[in-house]
């Protein structure tokens, strides 16, 4: 078991210490919690990518006060500038071409470099007072669901860290939405995350390319794998909604995950995501359902799909990697 640590002026100190003696450490943010290591020491780097089971060709994000530290770790461009101003502190991350104080370790090898500004308030006063970017995984063994409360790092790799800082429950819940801007005319999305695409378009004022599934970009965007999110049990998904008539008459040994709550709450392999389908909400509480009906002694879990635009086209990238078999 880790110590949980309450976020104390003292114990802020207390990790940021252990983390420049090149120690890794489990830490709150407004998207997932993440597994914490000065992005300059790559030895503390390497321990994340032990700790995790995670292959070091999938590399680190590195995270920022904010805007003023891009130009001491990544090639800037106007479009990368003016993404940060409309969205950092949040959950966007931004992919620069890497100046060479970012050791390898942390990119694995690629010469550009994954940037981030997160907004928990517990994440910001701890990185106020380090004298380094922070490295951060989310905290969870390689492929399995993320975590969203320090709990659930605890139970996943509470025998192989010291300490979690417990920030609360993850507000957002999944993962940052990933922009590489390297090139500014042109950028693109890697990754589907928490801040919706549309917003980002706004914020340019130009439409962006979405993800592309092609093997070429899996060197883009090492990690962007099939299986990834995934619980023990196997996940089925279905693409329209689940029926009432369906859900009276299910199946006890399947869990079924539906995206609101049903007319009549029926049985216990019945569970919801929000009261009335918003997405926040949904995206806030997946992983959390997830883990506990993975907890269970269930066959199979069905999950429905959420409409594909906005965060739903986030929360259906999710459940479909974790439906990867
Ligand atoms: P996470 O697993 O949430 O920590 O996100 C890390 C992901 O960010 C990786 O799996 C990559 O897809 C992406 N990423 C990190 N660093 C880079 C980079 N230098 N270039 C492109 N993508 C990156
Ligand atoms: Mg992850």
Redesign the pocket.
């Known amino acids: 078991m880790a110590e949980i640590l309450k976020p104390t002026e003292e114990n802020l100190r207390l990790l940021r210490e252990f983390l420049l003696s090149g120690e890794v450490a489990g830490l709150p943010t407004e998207t997932?919690y993440?597994l914490g290591a000065n992005a300059l020491d790559p030895k503390a780097c390497q321990k994340v990518f032990e700790i995790k089971g995670r292959p070091s060709n999938?590399?680190?994000?590195c995270h920022l006060s904010g805007f003023s530290d891009i130009e001491r770790y990544s090639e800037s461009n106007p479009t990368a500038r003016i993404l940060a101003e409309a969205f950092w502190p949040g959950p966007l991350?931004i992919?620069l071409r890497?100046k060479p104080i970012v050791p390898d370790m942390v990119?694995?090898g690629?010469d550009?470099?994954?940037l981030r500004s997160p907004s928990h308030p517990d994440f910001r006063s701890l990185m106020e007072g380090c004298p380094f970017p922070i490295a951060?995984?989310?905290a969870n063994p390689f492929s399995y669901i993320?975590p969203t409360r320090s709990d659930h790092v605890d139970a996943n790799l509470g025998e192989k860290i010291a300490y979690i800082l417990d920030g609360g429950p993850c507000s957002l819940g999944v993962?940052?939405t990933?922009i590489?801007a390297r090139d500014p005319k042109r950028p693109r999305i890697?990754?589907y995350g928490a801040l919706p695409v549309a917003d980002i378009e706004n914020a340019l004022g130009q439409r962006i390319e979405a993800p592309v599934k092609s093997a070429a970009d899996v060197h883009?965007?090492?990690?962007?794998l099939p299986k990834h999110y995934s619980p023990r049990i196997p996940v089925e998904l279905r693409t329209d909604p689940i029926s009432d008539q369906e859900l009276r008459e299910s199946d006890s040994q399947l869990a079924y995950l539906v995206l609101r709550k049903p007319n009549r709450v029926l049985a216990d392999n019945i569970y919801w995501l929000s009261d009335n389908g918003n997405l926040n909400e949904i995206a806030k509480k997946l992983y959390a359902k997830l883990r506990s009906i993975d907890a269970g002694d269930y066959k199979k879990i069905v999950a429905e799909e959420a409409q594909e635009l906005g965060l739903g086209l986030t929360i259906n990238d999710r459940l479909r990697r974790a439906s990867y078999r």
């Not at 999938?58 to 994000?61: A, E, G, Q, S, V």
């Not at 883009?220 to 962007?224: E, F, L, V």
Request: a negative charge.
């Open positions: 997932v993440g999938d590399p680190l994000i991350t992919v890497k990119t694995s690629l550009s470099v994954a951060a995984p989310s993320s993962e940052s990933i590489d890697l990754r883009i965007a090492p990690g962007s």
